[in-house]
């Protein structure tokens, strides 16, 4: 194991119902808050009104803006930056999925600085600005997903150059998380999928690129999978069932904390990749997960194969039957792919609206200036290289 620090700063309220703690919360952290939400979902299931009202018993005062995207972008975040300044806000709350509660992590820079919020995110070419200051944040996450509720990172991306990248500072842990699986109940089943295999990806990418000698944090990984893989399911079934949900909500924000990551290399090729692929074609995080999840572990396993055996024995209890470790660890990818086909998320390029290649150059640079070691490789039990990308996005489009 290496050596780590762990920090989480933030106060998490977890529960069905507990959004009813909204005001109280959010009186102790500012005056004038600004609602940072997506263009639909929180207005269509009543959730902007519910939390008004609260904040407006306990005297917070809130000015909403509802215009995130999906794959939030940072002209759109400097623009509710200037909203929160010309409203002397105080207090920022994300209310949505990760894009909304990434997004309010930026308003909460933009709405101090005079110059665009881009020269803060560190997308690989200016070194990025420091951040030296932000407004207080609360998030109230609406989807299971990203873990932006419990980590001190928000993912932002430029339509202009198509780049995708993270803004990111110990300042930027919510204050206050505010968890409430009712909140989930409306999700759609494409996004509570997509939003499993985001978590799914957030501890299996560490369990497959992370130092030996981990036993706490393999664990803890693989109990956060089989709860995905169990509760994953059940909410597609029964999308109003909240055990399941809440058990989802409460994965998401577990996976992504530091509590799994810590002491061991925090490479994420899978998310590297996907970012390019939404930076580039504006398709959700998850979906773009789903594709590449099993098409990097078979490019991969060979170059670990005892990590990749284990995943195959102690995830989806496969006896070894004399088999050698990479034998099993096929036998724990094709495993994987059953279950990504169980809630449809075996996917191709074409399946995800991409038919044509030529972004994947580009995209290859994009991963490797913004996410690479010195910009030459992606970190993974198998370094990726430019032409190693080349050939996973061309396998994938096959
Ligand atoms: O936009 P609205 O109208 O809100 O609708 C959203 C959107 O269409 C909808 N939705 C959200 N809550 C709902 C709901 N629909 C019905 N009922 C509800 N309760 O779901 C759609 C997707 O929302 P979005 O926020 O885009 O999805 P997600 O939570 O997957 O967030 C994706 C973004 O987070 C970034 C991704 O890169 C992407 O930009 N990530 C952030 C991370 C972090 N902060 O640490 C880590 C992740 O790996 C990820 O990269
Ligand atoms: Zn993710």
Redesign the pocket.
Known sequence: MQNFVFYLPTRIIFGAGTIDKVGTEAKALGRRAIII??????SA?GIINRVTDYLEREGVAAVVFDK?????RCRTIDAAGELARQNKCDLVIGL???????AAKGVAVAALEARPLWDFVHHGGMPAKPITRALPIMEIP??A????EA?A???I?NWETHE?AVLGSPLLFPKVSIIDPE??L???AD?TA??GI?IIC?VIEGFFAGADNTPIQDRFAIGVIKTVMENLPISLREPRNIDARANLSWASAVA?SGMIGSGRDQAFPI?ALE?SL?GHYDI???RGLALLMPAIMEYSYKSRPAKYAMLAEELFDIHRDGRSDEELALAGIEAMKRFLASVGRLLTLKEIGITDNSRFEAMADDALRIYGVKGEYLGNPKPLYKQDILTIFGNLAE
Do not use: W
Not at 37 to 42: D, L, M, P, Q, V
Not at 68 to 72: A, G, H, S, Y
Not at 145 to 148: D, L, P, W, Y
């Open positions: 939400t997506g263009k639909r979902s929180a299931f995130i995207e999906p794959n939030p949505g999925g990760g894009s909304a509660m990434d609406t989807l997903a990203t873990g932006s980590d990172g928000g993912v991306s995708k909140l989930t409306t999700v759609p996004y997509d939003g985001d957030h992504l998310h970012h939404s959700s995080h998850g």
